[in-house]
């Protein structure tokens, strides 16, 4: 199992072993798809005050440090923190989080702000609060948002696709047993 940035093996209620050894090490951007059972109200770093309704939503993110995306969604699926550090944290610690799934592009740095903006144009996600998920976006755009599609993982993957590089989905169910699906996709 992946032992960098802390993640070590971890286990699922029903004692399975979580899937982060299998997810890819490569640095780029993200997408976690999530759902907000009970909704949020609270911090969010240095926000005074979020309030998200239950649904579903996605979170845009980039790994470019240690690990690189592997340990970006190992936290982001799996891992409960007790330093809350991105803004994705705060969400994650909610009572009613459940990953749903992610997907993951080997990208170049900058590639972030261009997932945003084609999230923004897509009818499939709703944007919220200017910055929120992403304070070192250069244009303030959110990168949490409201999932408007049905199926939000398949909308993640066609706005992911959008982007060059080497495509990974990755849907697991953590609490249940293991990852569901796990492949890549080569695209142009």
Sequence with gaps: MLRSSGYGP????GGCKMP??????????????F?????????VGSRAAVSLEPGVYAYL??????????ARLCRHLYGRRARLHWHM????????????????????RGSEPLLAAAAYASRCFEPLEPGLGGTDDPYGLS???????RDCLSAALGLAS???????????APGLAGPRHYKHINSI
């Design 10 to 13: 971890r286990r699922a209620a």
């Design 20 to 33: 982060c050894a299998q997810l890819p090490g490569w640095k780029g951007v993200y997408i976690v798809v």
């Design 35 to 43: 759902a907000l059972r009970e909704g949020y109200r609270g911090r």
């Design 61 to 70: 993110g980039s790994a470019w440090g240690p690990g690189g995306v592997r």
């Design 89 to 108: 944290d705060y969400l994650a610690a909610a009572p009613g989080y459940r990953p749903l799934g992610a997907v993951a592009v080997r990208a170049p």
């Design 143 to 149: 990168h949490v948002l409201r999932c408007a599609a």
């Design 162 to 172: 959008s982007l060059p590089g080497l495509l990974a989905v990755h849907m697991a």
